[in-house]
């Protein structure tokens, strides 16, 4: 078993077992963060669901009011009209056919994916590559759609996919550590909210089972799921 740094084990001790409320595990979780570089905060949630199931499965998208902290390069697979919209709004690479089958050869230095609805009997076939880095466009995300300058503009202001996984958890960032404590919990409240809101109606029982936060190189910070609906309006 590899043995952790002497600050992750500093940092595990001030965490200690305890849950606690979101704003608290926020907070500490920008305290602990001990790395010389700017740690991404993160939240885990283990949802009551079976993702086996298309009704059960838990995803979408939501734009935190602070934004993520991050710079992502965006690509958008678009023709015509489409090609000068998809530019003029930031995207930083955009094409059709040819890109394709750059992304297929293997080219892969991008961080979202964007595409027109005509464009999709293209992006169809890069499934294999798209699908398993989460990156492939999704009408439910607002990533396939002829408004690309909306869906490009979104994401550069900080939009973020979330998508329960095969063990009914999903991850998605808040921000960074030199994010104030008030933007984190504002950003963590958002997406919380967005999660809640999606709850399917075949999931049964507890919805929420554990919650955590936790920065990139810091431990987890249990959350006490039972505050959740006091703390995010539903």
């Known amino acids: 078993m590899a043995k952790h740094g002497k600050n992750y084990r500093k940092a595990a001790e001030?965490?200690?077992?305890?849950?606690?409320s979101l704003s608290d595990a926020v907070g500490l979780a920008k305290k602990n963060a001990r790395a010389k570089f700017d740690e991404t905060v993160e939240v885990a949630m283990r949802l009551g669901v079976d993702p086996r199931h298309a009704d059960q499965m838990v995803r979408g998208s939501v734009v935190l009011p602070h934004g993520t902290g991050q710079e992502l390069r965006i690509l958008v697979f678009a023709s015509g009209e489409k090609v000068r919209e998809a530019e003029d709004a930031g995207a930083?690479?955009?094409?059709g056919e040819d890109l394709a089958?750059?992304?297929?050869g293997g080219w892969l230095e991008f961080d979202a994916v964007v595409a027109t609805p005509d464009m999709m009997k293209v992006v169809g076939k890069l499934g294999r590559v798209l699908g398993p880095r989460g990156l492939m466009p999704?009408?439910?995300?607002?990533?396939?759609t002829f408004d690309?300058?909306?869906?490009v503009g979104e994401i550069k202001a900080g939009k973020v996919e979330f998508r329960v996984d095969k063990t009914g958890i999903?991850?998605?960032?808040?921000?960074?550590?030199?994010f104030?404590?008030?933007?984190?919990?504002?950003?963590a409240e958002t997406l919380v909210r967005t999660i809640l809101k999606a709850r399917p109606s075949a999931a049964k029982g507890k919805y929420v089972k554990t919650m955590s936060v936790s920065s990139t190189m810091g431990p987890g910070i249990?959350?006490?799921?039972?505050?959740?609906?006091?703390?995010v309006e539903v």
């Open 138 to 144: 999704n009408p439910k995300s607002g990533t396939v």
């Open 170 to 178: 999903i991850h998605a960032p808040v921000g960074k550590v030199s």
């Open 92 to 95: 930083d690479v955009v094409g």
């Open 148 to 151: 690309v300058a909306r869906a």
């Open 180 to 187: 104030t404590e008030e933007q984190l919990q504002e950003n």
């Open 14 to 20: 001030d965490v200690g077992t305890e849950p606690m």
């Open 101 to 104: 089958k750059k992304v297929e």
């Open 222 to 231: 249990r959350v006490d799921e039972t505050q959740l609906s006091s703390v």
